[in-house]
């Protein structure tokens, strides 16, 4: 919790003037006719020069875009979370445990497998709340369980300790990771909603908690979606994460066996039905889970930039920024993969989440 | 206090009322004014100011623009003043 006046108009600034040197949607174009040497170096002209020539004795190809990509994101993100006072600050780290997550999984599944820590390490994006003397003690363990016992005193110690019993039995890392994704999730509304009865209304408070709701309800969808494809026989209540408004725990279990009538329920849903209407048509004909994904992630953005201009001095601004980062470290994360497999530039394109 | 001395008290009180003048001369009232509007546009330029500077920070070619959008509300004072000139 920080003390201190929060100050958004400051953070706005910044973040507006850095959301406009993403790059652009025609870059992506060039981008994808270009090779791993290419890419590196169209990025070492770009926002991305600091990186690309730290790392570049180190690493080569397409590992060096990634490794560029990773901590330029990190960086910004760390300045974020520098700027931001007050309740601000509170709300973007709430938003940015996202990558403490990210990490602990990423960790707990090096020590699963015994990968050497300075490579698990590498794969790290130090952009969250946890400090980087906490995730070097995880680093250093060597068995789960003790992994666990550093993370006392953190958020993520009690669900994973109630998790870690389940893995005991099974022997699989899916409840440890459910556990850390619904921890994450379920602390984003923390004090700014007490059910679904006493959301703010109206103002800021209340854009920020309808786009949260947004962002759960489609991971919530997406779960769904690729239990109801695959028809693996997984309870769908341990995939469920509180919050949405897109669906209840038991109408989620209804609808996870029969996969049209999921499809309908998303499609009717007042507040996305529209929104998402183009994604639900391809979804429907192409089959296409991964289309219908990136249309997700897509909406999610667009419905950030919405409200980043309903509120101009709010958060909205900073978590459409956030969105907008990402997307473009996936883009061009995608680009560079697709070019090392030999890819089409066609079918890269489809890989890419355009607006 | 005894009931009798009431209507005494009142006539003292009348008379106080008579000598003085109001609480606020004309020109106090201005002067006021003028102050609240300081206060007002004090208010404005602080947002303003954090946001410029934020723009300044990422982009140093913001500075005349980011001096010109602070200092806008300073108009605010500028016409209150026309007050002081009106009493």
Redesign the interface.
């Known amino acids: 919790m920080s003390v201190g006046a929060s100050?958004p108009?400051?953070?706005?600034?910044?973040v507006r003037?850095?959301r406009a040197s993403l790059f652009a949607d025609e870059d992506y174009r060039k981008l994808i006719r270009m090779g791993p040497s290419g890419i590196a170096r169209f990025m070492e002209e770009s926002e991305y020069e600091r990186e690309i020539n730290e790392l570049g004795a180190r690493f080569s190809g397409v590992d060096l875009i990634e490794y560029a990509l990773n901590r330029n994101l990190a960086k910004h993100f760390h300045d974020l979370l520098d700027?931001s006072n007050g309740q601000l600050y509170d709300l973007i780290s709430r938003y940015l445990r996202k990558f403490d997550v990210w990490n602990l999984k990423t960790i707990i599944r090096g020590i699963y497998t015994e990968t050497d820590p300075e490579e698990i390490r590498t794969d790290l994006i130090m952009a969250g709340e946890l400090e980087e003397a906490t995730i070097d003690r995880v680093l250093e363990v060597d068995t789960i369980e003790d992994a666990i016992e550093v993370l006392n005193r953190t958020i993520y110690y009690e669900p994973l300790s109630d998790a870690y019993e389940e893995f005991e039995e099974t022997g699989a890392l899916v409840p440890l990771e459910n556990a850390l994704d619904r921890e994450f999730y379920e602390h984003l509304l923390d004090d700014l909603s007490r059910g679904p009865a006493a959301e703010p209304q109206e103002g800021p408070e209340a854009k920020y908690v309808e786009f949260l709701q947004a962002e759960i309800d489609f991971r919530n969808a997406r779960n769904a979606l690729r239990l109801a494809r695959s028809g693996a026989d997984l309870d769908p209540a341990s995939y469920y994460i509180e919050g949405g408004v897109l669906f209840d725990e038991s109408e989620l279990n209804r609808l996870v066996n029969d996969y049209d009538a999921l499809v309908d329920h998303i499609g009717e849903n007042k507040r996305y039905g529209k929104r998402l209407s183009g994604a639900m048509d391809r979804l429907r004909n192409a089959d296409s889970l991964i289309q219908f994904e990136h249309a997700l992630d897509a909406a999610l953005l667009e419905y950030a930039d919405t409200l980043s201009s309903i509120y101009p001095?709010s958060v909205s601004a900073v978590l459409s920024y956030i969105l907008a980062k990402e997307r473009e470290v996936e883009n061009i994360r995608a680009i560079a993969r697709g070019r090392e497999v030999g890819l089409e530039e066609s079918e890269i394109e489809e890989e890419l989440v355009i607006l | 206090m005894a009931i009798e001395n009431v209507p005494e008290l009142a006539e003292l009180a009348l008379q106080a009322e008579e000598m003085s003048g109001p609480t606020l001369e004309n020109e106090g009232a201005a002067a006021l004014a003028v102050g609240l509007a300081a206060l007002a546009a004090g208010y404005a330029e602080r947002g303003i100011g954090a946001a410029a500077v934020g723009a300044i920070a990422e982009d140093d070619d913001m500075f005349v623009p980011g001096l010109i959008m602070t200092v806008l509300p300073e108009t605010l004072v500028i016409l209150a003043l026309v007050v002081v000139f009106v009493v």
């Open positions: 100050n108009e400051y953070v706005n600034a910044r003037s850095r700027w001095a």
